[in-house]
């Protein structure tokens, strides 16, 4: 009994120095990764902001009373008389959202995104509508945004609390609850 535990204790310590990294033949250390190459950083003198300026890309037409295009394509959006004053929290949340035979739902948040803040689309079938990933408030306007930035609606509320305007291709657009 003694023989056969001394043997394994001498086969657990074989074993056991077989699996030391220190008693093998050096350290295996991994090859180190190449350098990532960056592109050099720009400096120069920026524009000063201007709050009330509208943001790139914006071009709507005009919108009537009942929330169609009255320039009929891209121009300058007026406020309707009956536009009411929006904040942002007024648009948290889940939307219904119709353009034309288009009916499905839009999400805000604020999240900041570029442009204003995070936006998604559910069930859209325009590509224009499923592509909105923006929104922000000019004023009394909603102004939804694509992933790049560009201008997809404009919007202004009406007093039931119902959001209505128009692409930027001029197609009539609500947003409501």
Do not use: H
């Amino acid at each position: 009994m003694k023989r056969a535990a001394k043997m394994g204790l001498v086969v657990g310590l074989v074993i056991l120095a077989a699996g030391c990294q220190r008693l093998s033949s050096g350290p295996k250390y991994a090859e180190p990764l190449p350098a990532t190459p960056t592109t050099p950083v720009a400096s120069g003198a920026l524009q000063p902001l201007d709050p009330n300026a509208p943001g790139a890309g914006t071009a709507v037409a005009a919108i009537d009373s009942n929330g169609a295009g009255a320039a009929g394509a891209a121009g300058t959006l007026t406020a309707p008389a009956n536009a009411q004053q929006v904040g942002r929290t007024d648009l948290l949340g889940g939307w219904k959202l119709a353009s034309g035979a288009d009916n499905c739902m839009a999400f805000m948040t604020l999240t900041t995104w570029s442009g204003g803040y995070r936006a998604n689309t559910r069930g859209c079938s325009e590509p224009v509508l499923s592509g909105i990933s923006a929104w922000d408030l000019n004023g009394n306007q909603v102004v939804l945004k694509d992933g790049s930035g560009q201008t997809v609606a404009q919007l202004y509320s009406s007093e039931s609390g119902r959001f209505d305007g128009q692409t930027a291709t001029g197609a009539p657009v609500s947003l409501y609850r």
